[in-house]
């Protein structure tokens, strides 16, 4: 193994995305701001010796104007142009890593206005320090890299408490990215269709008996044939009521159910985001049944709900009552739908927030903290469920988010009266237990806001109807 290259011939690679449509971008980004800017591609990270390097990503603000993953990498914008400067080859590139491609072949394949050693950079520079604006990075190494540019210091990550240039250039980067071009869209679709395809191809390998490992890897092989990296660590597991399950160790059994939430992203850096949940046995119980169809029913009612001018957190809220007015029916509320939202109830069962923006990020623009998903003068709700809500801006066309309601029992959330107590015996426990074989049901799509009428769902190529998954189950 050795350091890889500095930039390689596929930083030249055809784009699926036109050039001109970056040139774009930046322009638009560089009439925006009006002053000088930094966007950098980020810094290697080493796993545990320094030439065994993770796969590098480039920073996504970086991805959106160059659609390439160009190591150490940084844009500069000043006086209407934009140069990308980069590290000059290592001669030892050739014999490990290939071709590289040349400066002037970057410059041509991306449309810049002049490409340039990194080592020029800091002179470059000079006179702008004062007034540069920079964006916060994702690690320490690049903090560390950045500060040293720029004279100051530098804070990775989280947008919230950012001032001066640095605030004006992530407002503008947020302006940009809230709303999807149409070269972004066709990126998201791509993902959407992929990434719909891998879950097909996880509720056909299902069977009792089959690892989650196996059945992650039949997800997992779908997007490596499409050319496609995971949107994020994908989770496959029969334990659905931990949120976030990394871990594929476990077998299955007839009698449980498959969270699956998998998602692709293309190689310039668009991201897939799907849940789904199945029966083992490739038929749900008639409790898991019922369940299943209250998640379902609430996320249609969202989805529906998620329309140009509505305010998110809107949506966030037919979706609460929609699940507490299904688990009334089922008997496991009892009392009145509004009393019961006023006293947390949904929370209990549906402690996260309905969903997120969705971009180069599978929570887009995250890493600007709150000021990219809440609107001027909105704050985080402090009470727990809707505390989580990652979003709470009224939607435009062009905007994609994540619909993904969930019914999850908890044993630390059923346990703790802190967050059971307001309801007390309007829970009722006794009934509750009858639904003991649900861990945990989300069902997640990728929906985009339209100008006018219902919003466009990019990833419903896989099915969520009950029969439709019961029939695709172990099929393969």
Known sequence: MSSPAAHSAQAVATLATPREAFVTRRRALGARLGRPALVCAGERLSRNYRANQYPFRATSHFLYFVGASIPRAVLFFEGGEVTLFAEAHDPDDALWH???AS???LRLAHGFDAVRSLAELEGALAPHRATVAVLPPQDAAAAQSLARLVGRTVSPCGGDALTGPDAELADAMIALRLRHDA???AQLRRAGQVSAEAHLAGMRATRPGVTEHAITAAMLSVLRRAGMDDAYGPI???HGEVLHNERHDGVTAAGDLLLADVGGETAEGWAGDITRVWPVSGR???SQRAIYDVVLGAQRAA?????????????HEAAKRAIVT???????????????????AAAIFFPHGIGHLLGLDVHDMEDLGDRAGYAPGRTRSQAFGDGY????RDLEPGMVVTIEPGFYQVPAILGDARFTGAVGRDLDRDRLAKFADVRGIRIEDDVLVTADGPPEILTQAVPKDAAEVEALVGAG
């Open 236 to 238: 496959v597991s029969v």
């Open 183 to 185: 070269a972004a869209l």
């Open 389 to 392: 809500l990652r979003l709470d």
């Open 303 to 315: 989805i529906d709900a998620a329309r140009a001018g509505t305010r998110y957190r809107a949506v």
């Open 103 to 105: 400066f002037e072949e």
């Open 326 to 344: 299904g688990l009334c029916d089922l008997g496991i509320f009892r009392g009145d739908v509004d009393g019961l939202l006023e006293r947390g």
């Open 284 to 286: 749900y119980s008639s």
């Open 98 to 100: 290939g071709p590289a």
